[in-house]
């Protein structure tokens, strides 16, 4: 663990402290958690978002099949 | 970490299970998560077009909000840009697309020799196609 001093307002002090005190952790609990949230691995982003694009494999049915080999004419139907 | 290119054959075969190799596309991608996945602004609009007339707004909503953010969107500058104009018009009257030329350009800028793509002519420019065309 690295230790580090950082200043918070009163009011973020206070809510800090009630967050920590209801979950009966420690506040550099808190902090860490709070870090992990706003600042996650770039793996564990890259991860979530190559799920979610996972998630979306075939749910969609074009009726004929061939939009990878004809995409080219396809596109070029109508205006873009 | 490989580099691998996204093709719009590739992106419209994963979205619609209708395709005859949408399921081999699936796995390929499941293969790649690992890997960086890159394509740029062209193949995205040609996605873009595909999908919103066959496949109707919601497919265009998934693309956006659920595929493309896997996927980092390369910029495709005046001078990429001049270049597969260049090499489309040497090209001409081949079949092979304007989207397939600025996606050589950008491999060739890249460095990225694989691509993620069912478009034979991708194939025939000396860049690795997966899946493998069969």
Sequence with gaps: ?80 | MTRVLVDTSALVAFLDADDPRHEVVVTTFAALADDELLTHGYVVAESLAVTRRRLGVEANVSLLDEVLPAIEVLTVDGALLAQALLRYRAALPTSVSFVDHVSLAVSEREGITIVFALDPDLGATGLSLIPSVG
Excluded: N
């Excluded at chain 1, 009163?10 to 808190?30: G, N």
């Design chain 1, 1 to 80: 663990m690295i230790r580090t001093q950082i200043s918070l307002t009163e009011d973020q002090m206070r809510r800090l402290r009630a967050e920590a005190h209801r979950r009966r952790v420690p506040i550099a609990a808190v902090v860490r958690e709070a870090v992990e949230r706003l600042v996650p691995e770039e793996s564990d982003v890259r991860r979530v978002r190559f799920q979610r694009a996972l998630g979306a494999a075939g749910r969609y049915h074009s009726g004929t099949g061939d939009l990878s080999s004809r995409h080219d004419e396809i596109a070029g139907e109508g205006g873009w």
